[in-house]
């Protein structure tokens, strides 16, 4: 060590802890918490009748003559629903009861602007534009036990989504290997993020001073996991794409042990409103990608599914009958898929309303059965131990009696 | 000196409100204030511009940006001919975007067609779509062209609160129409009259296609209303052709009759047939009153039958504004305990936002939102009150509020000088102005903008941008912020030219270059323990070229060039 002002480091003690010690944040009791929760965002509106399909239903093959999946094709689930065949990747997590599927879910706001829907499933307020912080954000503010890490809400991607934007500590992963400071060499990188983090340490105050503290915190976390060391286990099979590459950084570092809880991902393309096909196609192929990754990814967790719930979310579904350019236009409910250990799976979960036009919203789109927040609220309840749910879903009432039941009791 | 005494150095502002200031005395040199006026009304200083404001007087600067039209901008006028967005209407925009989406729709629907293509392909990766990419083109041209403005107009002020309008009367640039309703939103629009009257800007974007469709009441009818196409449409036989009415089609039926009335009973389905309450809402929480205004459900929905009929020619024409008589609600409406008699059309909406504009809980909201741009994200009292003042005496001249908030002895009080952080657009804008930098036409500077979390007019809610520091500072985004300052410091930030051997010489000293650093890009703010950081960092290092780029990459990655 050079200069005093780099005393701290020559005694072994990372300066994070000790302001974190001097912020008298209770210590959490007993051992770390390991449950976590993926949410991934289907965005665009994703077509929940040709995901999870209806086949024992015959008013879905008459209102699809072209994009319904033909009943031979489907991956049959338990009689009436099935998976589409692009997903039957997934087929051995339902089998093995890690997998479970809601039809008939969403907003109870009647919008079917994608940028409204969206706004209101991250920010758990539909109806509410002004909401400032998304519901995920708002769990990790009134849950502080998983506070000692910079990892414990990351989002692959950019920008911090809604979902997790306000004022508990969350990261923007765009690329693991890519987080932190930039140098052509090794050591030119490391001295680098040494000198910014003693200007930091020194001159920063308020939210530059903790903000800057756990940036450098999870650059020398980063460091230990070596991010481009990566192999996947047991055969773990990654779908090339931002999505498949997210889904394995995520995996990465629940394996790392870095005290991850909520990870958020997005996965795009499913505003097929033209030539969506059925079996095959635009549609089948983002479906294709959807489930290899899913599939890969409990595949390379292995026994660590054990303690993690993946959620898929997406903002509404799309109308029952195929309209004139063998497309779907925005609908109403649509389906949300629950995977892992904790999942009570292997059934169908939710109440499905039917495609009956008199059960329909508005007499066109499949009917909302199940709040969002309901099967939201449960997972945060009863995986990650949530209880103070009226302050996440502001002004909604959970009633565990509505709980659709995805978590294992 | 303190202020008071620079205060006296300008005539300009005659008996003005700084005489109040002056018994506070505030405790700054006549360059910590021009500094902080440059930091506050401006993107930041360029080289020597602090001295040449401190010299001049900061009082008479912040006068002179009071009126922009007086500060010649020959300079930014060459450089915007650059940007060929300027030279299309809403309509030739609208046509663009159509015709690449029906070539993308055709190359789609050809590509499904050849079903062994289809059934192994993965999907195209975005990027390879020439319709998206002359999309995405055009709006990176948009949100170049501001940080352009931004970096080198002489109009500072006026740049600032275009960005402020932008955001307080936020639009969406990525929700369908509002790609090309967009530019002419701000170029028409915002921009015209940024420091004129609060009512006129009020109406203007009340009124504008670019707000009607980002808040969907170009689409909200009294409920029971039926517009001349349906009837038209119900009025043709089946499996025929209705004669045409001077306007094109809703749709073209084409040859197939079948296909026909299956699209003109969707058609019928998508006309609108009620009340939406969207931009009402909006209007009253974000525009005007605040959500704290006091007003009710109820007021709510009256704005909204208010505002029925207020529509647009059709949106993917890049329609301008239409009163539609047809979706009007003619009936009597109450808001806020001002009752509005049956009968009134149109000008009930104007008499309305007059009225809202002039409202005491508007006044409040928006001065306070003000004084949050200007002086502390938890604005005083004090300077809130001191503009509310100025709206009442001036009936809501932007100009004289803004005038009352930069004479106002909260502006210049210690505690709120350095209290903000800058935004993302305010950090890459103010460290290209430190460096004397030119940015090039191409949107790659907009795009570090955006890396940093501020893709511009693409902030999907209506509250626009924040300006709350929690926004904006996080672990992710400060890496990025550090990134982006060694890379400019270097040379190597693509999208902006830097000349800083005329700003910071190379040295063989490092005192010397820590003292020229800290003068020229800092202000003089530099920390003890920044200088002892950068000293240190500075010792082995022998090449005076990269000493000084670390030094200015630290500099402008270091705290304290995150506040203003």
Not at chain 2, 351 to 369: D, E, F, I, W
């Amino acid at each position: 060590m050079k200069s005093g002002g780099l005393a701290l480091f020559s005694l072994g003690l990372d300066p994070l802890f000790l302001a974190r010690a001097a912020l008298a944040v209770p210590p959490t009791a007993g051992p770390p918490d390991r449950r976590i929760l993926v949410c991934l965002f289907q965005r665009g509106a994703v077509d929940g009748l040709n995901m999870i399909v209806p086949h024992g239903d015959p008013l879905y093959y008459r209102e699809r003559p072209r994009i319904a999946v033909p009943e031979h094709d489907v991956v049959d689930l338990d009689g009436h629903f099935g998976l589409h065949p692009r997903l039957a990747a997934l087929q051995p997590l339902w089998n093995n009861g890690s997998l479970a599927a809601i039809h008939a879910i969403g907003s109870p706001d009647s919008t079917r602007s994608h940028f409204d829907a969206q706004d209101y499933m991250e920010s758990g307020t539909p109806g509410a534009k002004a909401t400032p912080d998304g519901w995920l954000n708002r769990y990790c503010q009134h849950d502080r036990e998983h506070q000692n890490t910079p990892f414990r809400a990351v989002a692959f991607g950019p920008q911090l989504p809604r979902i997790l934007a306000g004022s508990a500590p969350s990261l923007a992963i765009d690329d693991l290997q890519a987080f932190g400071l930039r140098a052509p060499q090794p050591a030119a990188r490391d001295r680098l993020t040494r000198a910014f983090e003693e200007l930091y340490a020194g001159s920063a105050t308020g939210l530059l001073s903790t903000s800057s503290q756990e940036a450098f915190e999870a650059v020398q976390m980063l460091k230990q996991v070596n991010p481009g060391q990566y192999q996947p286990a047991n055969g773990a099979d990654y779908p090339r794409g931002r999505f498949g590459k997210a889904m394995m950084q995520i995996a990465q570092l629940i394996k790392a042990d870095v005290g991850l809880q909520v990870a958020f991902a997005d996965v795009t393309g499913w505003d097929t409103h033209v030539n969506q096909g059925s079996s095959e196609g635009q549609l089948a192929a983002r479906l294709a990608e959807f489930g290899q990754a899913l599939a890969a990814f409990a595949r390379d967790l292995g026994d660590k599914l054990r303690d993690v719930v993946v959620l898929t979310m997406s903002e509404f579904g799309r109308t029952v009958r195929e309209n004139g350019n063998s497309g779907t236009d925005h609908g109403h409910a649509t389906a949300m898929l629950v995977l892992g250990g904790p999942v009570n799976g292997g059934k169908m979960l939710g109440k499905w309303p039917g495609l009956d036009p008199a059960n329909r919203f508005e007499g066109r789109d499949v009917a909302v059965t199940t709040d969002f927040r309901d099967l939201f609220a449960e997972i945060l309840a009863r995986h990650l131990g949530a209880t103070d749910l009226a302050t996440i879903f502001p002004g909604f009432t959970p009633d565990p009696a509505r709980f659709p039941g995805a978590i294992r009791a | 000196m303190k202020i008071w005494a620079v205060a006296s150095l300008c005539g300009a502002l005659g008996a003005s409100p700084l005489v109040a200031a002056s018994t506070q005395a505030p405790l700054l040199t006549p360059r910590d204030s021009a500094l902080h006026a440059l930091n506050r009304l401006a993107y930041g200083p360029r080289p020597g511009e602090v001295d040449r404001v401190a010299a001049a007087g900061v009082m008479q600067w912040i006068d002179r940006q009071l009126s922009p039209d007086k500060i010649d901008d020959a300079a930014l006028t060459e450089r915007e001919r650059q940007f060929k967005i300027l030279e299309y209407d809403a309509g030739e925009l609208a046509g663009m975007y159509v015709d690449a989406r029906r070539e993308r729709q055709e190359r789609e629907a050809s590509r499904d067609r050849d079903s062994v293509g289809a059934r192994h392909a993965a999907p195209l990766p975005q990027r390879m779509d020439p319709s998206q990419d002359r999309g995405r083109r055009l709006a990176g041209e948009l949100q170049e062209l501001a940080v352009v403005r931004a970096t080198l107009s002489e109009r500072q002020l006026y740049e600032v609160m275009v960005d402020f309008w932008i955001n307080h009367f936020n639009v969406f640039l990525a929700k369908g129409a509002d790609r090309f309703l967009t530019p002419s939103y701000i170029e028409a629009t915002i921009r015209p009259r940024a420091l004129g009257r609060f009512a006129d800007l009020l109406i203007a974007t009340a009124q504008s296609p670019a707000m009607l469709f980002y808040l969907d009441n170009w689409e909200s009818v009294a409920p029971g209303s039926t517009p001349p196409q349906a009837m038209r449409l119900r009025a043709r036989p089946l499996f025929g052709r209705a004669p045409q009415f001077g306007r094109p089609p809703l749709f073209d039926p084409g040859r197939d009759p079948m296909r026909a009335d299956s699209q003109r009973q969707r058609a019928l389905e998508r006309m609108p047939k009620g009340v939406n309450e969207n931009y009402a809402r909006e209007l009253l929480e974000l525009h005007t009153l605040g959500v704290e205004g006091g007003y009710t459900q109820q007021d709510v929905i009256d704005v909204a039958r208010i505002f029925t009929g207020w529509s647009m020619g059709r949106p993917q024409q890049g329609g301008d504004f239409e009163f539609h008589e047809w979706a009007h609600d003619y009936g009597e409406k109450v808001v806020m305990g001002v009752t509005f008699p049956a009968g009134h059309g149109r000008d009930e909406g104007m008499c309305l936002l007059k009225l809202l504009a002039n409202h005491p809980a508007t006044l409040h909201h928006v001065s306070r939102q003000l004084c949050q741009r200007f002086v502390n994200d938890d604005p005083p009292d004090g300077c809130v009150d001191d503009a509310v003042a100025a709206w009442k005496r001036t009936e809501g001249d932007i100009r004289e509020v803004l005038r009352a908030i930069f004479t106002s002895p909260d502006f210049w009080a210690a505690p709120n000088v350095r209290a903000k952080i800058k935004t993302p657009l305010e950090f890459v804008v103010s460290a290209a102005r430190a460096l004397g930098a030119d940015p090039d036409p191409t949107p790659r500077l907009a795009q570090v903008v955006a890396r940093l979390g501020e893709p511009l007019y693409l902030h999907v809610a209506p509250d626009g941008y924040p300006e709350r520091e929690a926004a904006w500072v996080n672990s992710g985004a400060l890496l990025d912020r550090m990134n982006v300052a060694v890379a400019l410091a270097a040379g190597r930030l693509p999208g902006v030219a830097v000349s800083i051997d005329a700003i910071v010489p190379a040295t063989a000293d490092p005192a010397q270059l820590i003292a020229a650093v800290n003068a020229q890009l800092l202000g003089g703010t530099m920390s003890e323990n920044t200088k002892a950081v950068i000293g240190h960092q500075l010792s082995d290092i022998s090449d005076p070229l990269q000493a000084r780029a670390l030094a200015i990459g630290l500099a402008i990655g270091g705290p304290e060039f995150q506040r203003q």
